[in-house]
C-alpha cells in the first residue's frame, strides 16, 4: 500500500512536469519536440522500484494528460512513446551493465522519439514523416542528457527517502 502511495506522488510529479514542459515554449521548430523532463520520473522510478512500476507511471501520465488538456491525438504520441521508451530503458538498465543512466536515458530517449514517429507514421498514413526523426534524435542528445543527470541525482533521493520510509515503518513510527 506504501509503494502504491508513493507511484501515486510520483505519477503526479510526472504529470506536473509534463504540464510545465507542455507550457515552454521550445525555440526549435520541430513538431512534438519536448523536453521529457517526465521521463526523469519514470527512470527514477524503474531504477528505484522496477519495470512495472516505471511503466504504471508512464501510462497513468499519459491517460491523466487527456483529462487535463482534453488532446486524444496527443494520447496516441505519449502513450507508445512511454511504453517503448521504459522498456527500452529497463533492459538497457538491467542488462547492459557499463551504462550510466545517462546512457539509459540516451536508449530510453531515441525508443520515445522512434516510437512516436512510427505512431504520426501510421496516424498519417505517411513514411515522409521519418524525415524528423534525426531531428528529433538530435534533440534528443540534449534532452537525453539532461533527463539522465537529473534521474541521477532524482534517484539519489528517491533511494534515501524511500529507505527512510520502510524503516520508520518497520520500527512502528509513521513517516515524517
Excluded at 512534438?32 to 520520473?41: D, E, H, K, M, P
Excluded at 540516451?106 to 524525415?131: D, E, M, P, T
Excluded at 542528445?141 to 539522465?148: A, C, I, M, Q, S
Amino acid at each position: 500500500m506504501r509503494k502504491w502511495l508513493f507511484l501515486s506522488l510520483l505519477t503526479s510529479a510526472a504529470l506536473v512536469l509534463t504540464l510545465i514542459e507542455t507550457s515552454l515554449p521550445i525555440p526549435i521548430a520541430i513538431p512534438g519536440a519536448r523536453l521529457g523532463l517526465s521521463n526523469v520520473i519514470i527512470l527514477s522510478a524503474v531504477v528505484v522500484f522496477g519495470f512495472k512500476e516505471g511503466l504504471v507511471i508512464g501510462t497513468l501520465k499519459s491517460m491523466l494528460m487527456i483529462l487535463l488538456t482534453g488532446s486524444v491525438m496527443s494520447f496516441f504520441y505519449s502513450f507508445f512513446g512511454a511504453i517503448a521508451s521504459t522498456i527500452a530503458m529497463f533492459l538497457a538498465y538491467k542488462y547492459i551493465r557499463s551504462l550510466s543512466l545517462i546512457g539509459v536515458s540516451f536508449i530510453g530517449a531515441f525508443f520515445h522519439n522512434l516510437a512516436q514517429v512510427l505512431v504520426a507514421s501510421f496516424i498519417l498514413n505517411n513514411l515522409r514523416i521519418f524525415i524528423y526523426l534525426p531531428l528529433l534524435l538530435l534533440l534528443s542528445v540534449v534532452t537525453g542528457y539532461f533527463v539522465g543527470l537529473a534521474s541521477k541525482y532524482t534517484t539519489k533521493q528517491l533511494k534515501r527517502v524511500w529507505n527512510e520510509s520502510n524503516r520508520s515503518y518497520r520500527n512502528g513510527r509513521k513517516f515524517k
